[in-house]
C-alpha cells in the first residue's frame, strides 16, 4: 500500500461485536500520522445483532467516506459469513483478514437458510489473500472474547506502515482506562499471528 | 498549532453549537440524528434537553429564540412532519436569538420507515436550507446557519443526510463565543401570529426571500470550481464528496445554500460550460428549480430517485468505468437481519401474540421487529404513535368482534411522544380496545435514550419519573393490568381477560430493556436425552438457541438466562445450568 494513493480498508461484522471501536482505534492511528482520515458507519438498527460494516479511508486527500466496492485493500471480519458477504468489496491483490468464528444469523437457527461451508478455504481458492486467525479464542485467553477486535488490529497493523507506538498510543487513548492494559496485551497476540 | 479532531457529523454540529454559543438545545431521538444532543449535552453552559417529541423541542427552541438566546432543535426527517405546525409560522415571526432546525434525512433507509426529501421544508416554509457535505461543513454550516438566522431574521433549516451525520473527519477546533442573550421586548405584531398579524408578516417573509435571494449569490456557502468544462455538476451535501472521487478534475458548483437559489449564479455556470449534470440524492429539488429557470441540465434522466447514491451508483451514470470486482462467492449467503437481543421483553410478549393468532397494530420501536420471523406478528406499522388511533381505525371499520381480536403495541417512548392523544380518543369516543404498553423503561432503539419515564434527563441528573399507570388511569382507563413478559402464562391470561372486557384496558408489559439493564442470569442449558427436537423452542426466535442433529442447543455466550425457553418446551428438557447432573 503506497502512500499516494488512499487506502481503503473495510470493517465487517455482526452488531455488538466491537467493529466501531476497531475503526476508531484506526482511524485515530491514520490521524496522528498526518493523513487526512473519513470513516463511515451507520447507527441504529441494524446494530441489533445485524450485520454491520465500517469504512476506513485515509490518504492525502480523501472526498468519500465510503470505499467502493472492488476497491479495498483490506477486509477485516470479525465473523466469517460477514467475510464472505463482503468480499466483492475486495481488490484483486487485496488482503481479507478474517477471524475464525461463525455466528448463525436468525434464517439458519430458523432451519429456512444453510450457513455456508469452508468459508476460509473458498475466499483462498478464489485467489484472495487470506489471513485467518481465531481471534475471540485468542482474546479469551487474554480475558475478554470481546478484545478479539484489538487482535484483528494486531494482524492488520503489520500490513500498515505505522509504527508499533503509534497502534499503542491510540488503544491508550481510545479504550476505557481499566481495558488498557488487557488490550495491549491482544494487540500484541495479534501482531505475532 | 490549529487543533484537529476526527469528529462525526452529528459531533461536528455539536460543537458548532457550543462554538456559536448556542444557550438552549432540544431534541427527540430518531437516527440518524440521536448524536447531535447526546453531545451538546456534554456542554455543560447549554441547557439541553430530550422532549416527549419534535413538535415540543421546536417549540421549546422556538420561545428561547424569541427571549433572546441562540437555539438548536435536532430530530430525524419524520421528526420534521411532527414539528412542521410550529415550522411553518415559526417563517412569519422570525427569530430573535438565532435558531437553527437540524433536519437529518435518511436515503437509503437505513433505520427509517420512509425517504422523504426535507429540502423541500425550505421550498414549504420559505426558509433556508443548508446542507453540508462533511463534518468541517457540518460545524461550519451550523455556526453560519445561527448568523443567517439572526441577520435575515428567520429560522435556518440545516439539512443533513446519514452519511455525513455517521460519517468521521477532520474537524478545526475553535474557541467557543460568549453566550450572549438578547434583549427581549414583547412585540405582539411579529410575535402574536393572529390572521392580521400574520398578513402583514408575510409581506416581510416575502421580501425576506427575495433578500436571501441576492446574498446566494455572494454568500461562500455556494462555490465555484472550475475545471475541465466539459462537465459542469451542480451538487450539494454528500454527491460532492462522490463526485470529487469520481472526477476531481470536472467543473462544479457546490452549492452549501440549497434555497433560495440565486438565477445569476446558476446560469454564470452554465454559461461556462458545456453540459450540466445535477447530481442530488433522492428528489429533483435543485433540478426543478434550476429548469423553472430556463438552464437545460439533466438530472434524474441519469441519477437514481430512489436510494442512496454512491461511487459505484455515479460511475455507472456517468458512463466510467467501474472497479473490477474479482471475488463473489460461489454459495448462497443468508441475509442477517436485526433480531431482538437475547433477554429483550419484547419477545415474550410477540411470542403470546402469534400463538393467540392476534391482529396487531403496531408502532416503531425496536418491538417493530415483532413483524420479522419467526413471529411475523405485525399487521401495522406506519408512524410513531399510530398504533393505537390505527387499531381504534380498524374497530370502528370493522366492529366489536374484530376489536376482541385485536391489539395495539406501542412502547413506552412512543406513547408519551404521540400515543397519549391516541389514548384519550379512544377513551372519549368509546371505543373497546386493547392497549399493550411495551414498558423497556428506556428509548432503546436510537440507543438508549432517556424518556419522561425513566427518572432521568439527558444530562443523566435524577429528574421526575412520570407515571405511566396513573397516567392512563387520570385519562379514564379503569382496566389496568402490569404483566411481566417473561411470564409467559400471566401475559396470556391477562391477555384474553382484556380482550374480553366490554371497554378500553391497558396492558403495560414492564421489563427493563436486556441491553440496558444487563440480566445477569446463569445459561439454561438442553438436556439431551429429553430433547425431541421438536423445534418449539425456535418460536422465540432467540438467537442462543439452534437446532441440530435433531436436539436444540442453547449457547451459553449467547444466553442470559431469561427464562422463556423452559415456558415453552413440551418435555421439560430445558433447565437451570447444574440442574441436571453431569
Ligand atoms: C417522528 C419520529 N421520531 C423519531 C423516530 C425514531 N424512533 C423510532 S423508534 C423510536 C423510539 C422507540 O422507543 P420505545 O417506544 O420506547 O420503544 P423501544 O425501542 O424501547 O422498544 C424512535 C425515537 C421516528 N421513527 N419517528
Known amino acids: 500500500m503506497t502512500k499516494d494513493n488512499p487506502v481503503n480498508i473495510l470493517i465487517a461484522g455482526v452488531g455488538g461485536q466491537g467493529t466501531v471501536l476497531a475503526s476508531k482505534i484506526l482511524g485515530e492511528v491514520a490521524k496522528s500520522a498526518g493523513y487526512d482520515v473519513k470513516q463511515s458507519e451507520i447507527h441504529g438498527m441494524s446494530q441489533r445483532g445485524g450485520s454491520v460494516v465500517t469504512h476506513v479511508r485515509y490518504g492525502q486527500k480523501i472526498y468519500s467516506p465510503l470505499v467502493a466496492a472492488g476497491n479495498a485493500d483490506v477486509i477485516m471480519a470479525f465473523e466469517e459469513l460477514e467475510a464472505l458477504r463482503y468480499l466483492p468489496y475486495l481488490k484483486k491483490d487485496g488482503l481479507l483478514i478474517v477471524n475464525q468464528q461463525q455466528m448463525l444469523p436468525m434464517p439458519v437457527i430458523a432451519g429456512n437458510a444453510q450457513y455456508p461451508k469452508d468459508i476460509v478455504e473458498e475466499a483462498g481458492a478464489m485467489g484472495a489473500q487470506v489471513k485467518a486467525s481465531a481471534a475471540s479464542a485468542l482474546a479469551l485467553e487474554q480475558g475478554d472474547a470481546r478484545a478479539a477486535n484489538v487482535v484483528l488490529l494486531g494482524i492488520l497493523s503489520r500490513h500498515l506502515e505505522f509504527p508499533e507506538e503509534r497502534w499503542l498510543d491510540a488503544i491508550r487513548k481510545t479504550v476505557k482506562d481499566k481495558l488498557v492494559d488487557m488490550n495491549l496485551r491482544a494487540f500484541e497476540v495479534g501482531r505475532r499471528q | ?582
Open chain 2, 1 to 582: 498549532m490549529d487543533q484537529y479532531e476526527l469528529l462525526s457529523g452529528n459531533e461536528a454540529i455539536a460543537r458548532g453549537a457550543y462554538e456559536a454559543g448556542v444557550k438552549v438545545a432540544a431534541a427527540y431521538p430518531g437516527t440518524p440524528s440521536t448524536e447531535i444532543l447526546e453531545n451538546v449535552a456534554h456542554y455543560q453552559r447549554i441547557q439541553s434537553q430530550w422532549a416527549p417529541n419534535e413538535k415540543v423541542a421546536l417549540e421549546v427552541c422556538i420561545g428561547a429564540s424569541i427571549a433572546g438566546a441562540r437555539a438548536l432543535a435536532a430530530m430525524k426527517h419524520v421528526g420534521v412532519n411532527v414539528a412542521a405546525d410550529p415550522l411553518l409560522t415559526f417563517s412569519y415571526t422570525g427569530v430573535n436569538g438565532g435558531m437553527v432546525l437540524v433536519s437529518a434525512d435518511d436515503p437509503e433507509m437505513h433505520s427509517s420507515q420512509n425517504e422523504q426529501d426535507n429540502r423541500y421544508f425550505g421550498l414549504l416554509a420559505k426558509i433556508p436550507v443548508l446542507e453540508p457535505s462533511d463534518s468541517q461543513e457540518a460545524k461550519d454550516f451550523t455556526m453560519q446557519a445561527l448568523e443567517l438566522s439572526e441577520r435575515f431574521d428567520t429560522p435556518v433549516i440545516l439539512r443533513t443526510t446519514t452519511r455525513v451525520n455517521h460519517a468521521k473527519s477532520l474537524v478545526k477546533i475553535g474557541e467557543p463565543q460568549d453566550m450572549v442573550v438578547k434583549d427581549y421586548e414583547k412585540n405582539p405584531a411579529k410575535y402574536v401570529m393572529t390572521p392580521a398579524n400574520a398578513k402583514g408578516r408575510h409581506t416581510v417573509v416575502e421580501a425576506r426571500r427575495k433578500a436571501l435571494t441576492e446574498f446566494a449569490a455572494e454568500t461562500s456557502l455556494n462555490r465555484v470550481e472550475l475545471g475541465d468544462r466539459r462537465i459542469g455538476f451542480i451538487t450539494a451535501g454528500i454527491s460532492y464528496q462522490y463526485l470529487k472521487e469520481i472526477m476531481p478534475e470536472a467543473s462544479f458548483l457546490k452549492l452549501g445554500l440549497l434555497w433560495p437559489l440565486n438565477e445569476k449564479l446558476i446560469r454564470t455556470f452554465a454559461a461556462q460550460v458545456e453540459r450540466v449534470i445535477v447530481v442530488e440524492e433522492l428528489e429533483p429539488v435543485l433540478e426543478t428549480q434550476i429548469k423553472a429557470m430556463g438552464v437545460a441540465v439533466s438530472g434524474k434522466d441519469i441519477i437514481p430517485r430512489e436510494g442512496e447514491l454512491s461511487e459505484e451508483i455515479l460511475r455507472k451514470a456517468l458512463d466510467i468505468k467501474p472497479f473490477e470486482r474479482s471475488f463473489a462467492s460461489a454459495q448462497a449467503l443468508p441475509v442477517r437481519p436485526p433480531i431482538l437481543c437475547p433477554g429483550c421483553g419484547h419477545r415474550g410478549i410477540f411470542y403470546t401474540l402469534k400463538k393467540m393468532g392476534l391482529h396487531v397494530s403496531g408502532d416503531i420501536g425496536c418491538y417493530a421487529l415483532g413483524s420479522a420471523p419467526p413471529f411475523g406478528c405485525l399487521d401495522t406499522t406506519i408512524c410513531m404513535g399510530a398504533s393505537i388511533t390505527g387499531a381504534f381505525g380498524m374497530e370502528l371499520a370493522r366492529g366489536e368482534e374484530f376489536a376482541r381480536k385485536c391489539v395495539a403495541v406501542i412502547g413506552d417512548s412512543t406513547f408519551f411522544h404521540s400515543g397519549i392523544t391516541g389514548l384519550v380518543d379512544l377513551v372519549y369516543n368509546k371505543g373497546f380496545g386493547t392497549v399493550l404498553i411495551l414498558d423497556n423503561s428506556i428509548t432503546a432503539m436510537t440507543g438508549h435514550q432517556d424518556n419522561p419515564g425513566t427518572g432521568k434527563d439527558v444530562k443523566g441528573m435524577p429528574a421526575p419519573k412520570i407515571s405511566i399507570e396513573k397516567l392512563v388511569e387520570s385519562i379514564g382507563v379503569n382496566r389496568i393490568q402490569v404483566v411481566d413478559p417473561f411470564d409467559l402464562k400471566h401475559c396470556e391470561q391477562v391477555l384474553r381477560e382484556e380482550l374480553a372486557a366490554p371497554e378500553v384496558s391497558v396492558v403495560i408489559v414492564r421489563r427493563p430493556c436486556a441491553l440496558y439493564v444487563r440480566l445477569k442470569k446463569p445459561a439454561f442449558v438442553v438436556d439431551a436425552a429429553a430433547c425431541i427436537g421438536c423445534k418449539a423452542c425456535l418460536k422465540l426466535g432467540c438467537p442462543a438457541i439452534s437446532v441440530n442433529g435433531g436436539k436444540a442447543h442453547i449457547d451459553p455466550l449467547v444466553c442470559v438466562g431469561c427464562g422463556l425457553c423452559p415456558q415453552v418446551c413440551p418435555k421439560n428438557a430445558i433447565q437451570e445450568a447444574g440442574e441436571n447432573h453431569d
